[in-house]
């Protein structure tokens, strides 16, 4: 049975919640490690630019935060977080392809990224475009072959769709290529719709994948939504005083920003 709402809003008071499962959020990230590692293995064909562009993407060394926090969710509303796994993979894939796609030319002109050379500095701009396009299409057959209910997968579809789309990142992105984001209220507008709508929706799949619907599915999302913003917030930070070498990325890239 699903855990009831009063003790999950126990688990964010510090004073009286329950204590944080350090050993379950390891498993989980080996787990989630582990399938993506075998996902790039399986693109690991030398006949293929697009498939080694996906491997050199997936292969590289992610946070993976927003497919924890898919599992972690459905874990913490008292569901096995195993049978979402293919769930928190599909998001992750959905978050490799939009790194390859802002760092393009057209885009941050990025050369690197974790920590690697980005996709495009290594396979050309091309074969970093169709990489990005069939990474979002594996990340939908994932969500396809999730061990859970098909109805569960139609919402899952749904959510993940929404967090690309116009209104998601791909028109946060057009945003901030158009320089919307110089005041506090762009720059929330921005943020959350390149990031938190990612984390937005990782929060509500993991809900979904819980049986969870109705309004907890909601709040689950603007849940999302606000650590996303608050993700990107502190990324902006890093962008501005850290290095390259400490955060495996270009910086300097969000300097106009307030």
Not at 64 to 82: E, H, I, K, M, N
Not at 112 to 125: D, W
Not at 221 to 245: H, I, N
Request: charged share 25%; with cysteine; hydrophobic share 45%.
């Amino acid at each position: 049975m699903p855990r009831p709402l009063s003790e999950i809003e126990a688990l964010t008071r510090p004073d009286g919640g329950a204590k944080f499962e350090v050993a379950k959020l390891t498993q989980i990230t080996e787990a989630l490690r582990t399938r993506l590692a075998e996902n790039a293995a399986t693109n690991e064909q030398p006949d293929c630019l697009v498939r080694r562009a996906i491997s050199h993407s997936l292969g590289a060394p992610g946070k993976l935060v927003r497919g924890q926090l898919v599992l972690l969710t459905a874990s913490a509303w008292g569901t096995a977080w195993r049978p979402a796994l293919e769930l928190a993979r599909a998001v992750e894939i959905v978050h490799a392809a939009s790194l390859v796609i802002d760092d393009l030319p057209a885009m941050d002109n990025a050369a690197l990224r974790r920590g690697s050379a980005t996709v495009h500095r290594v396979y050309g701009e091309a074969t970093a475009i169709l990489a990005a396009v069939a990474m979002l299409a594996e990340a939908f057959e994932a969500v396809a072959v999730a061990e859970v209910s098909a109805e569960a997968r139609v919402r899952a579809v749904e959510a993940l769709s929404r967090s690309v789309g116009p209104d998601g990142m791909t028109g946060g992105q057009q945003l901030d290529l158009a320089g919307v984001g110089k005041s506090k209220g762009e720059i929330s507008t921005v943020h959350g719709m390149k990031t938190g709508s990612l984390f937005a929706a990782a929060a509500e799949i993991g809900t979904i994948a819980a049986g969870i619907d109705g309004p907890r599915r909601w709040l689950m999302s603007d849940f999302g939504m606000l650590l996303g913003k608050a993700f990107q917030e502190f990324d902006d930070l890093a962008d501005r005083y850290g290095s390259a070498e400490s955060i495996g990325k270009d910086t300097g890239k969000d300097e106009d920003k307030e």
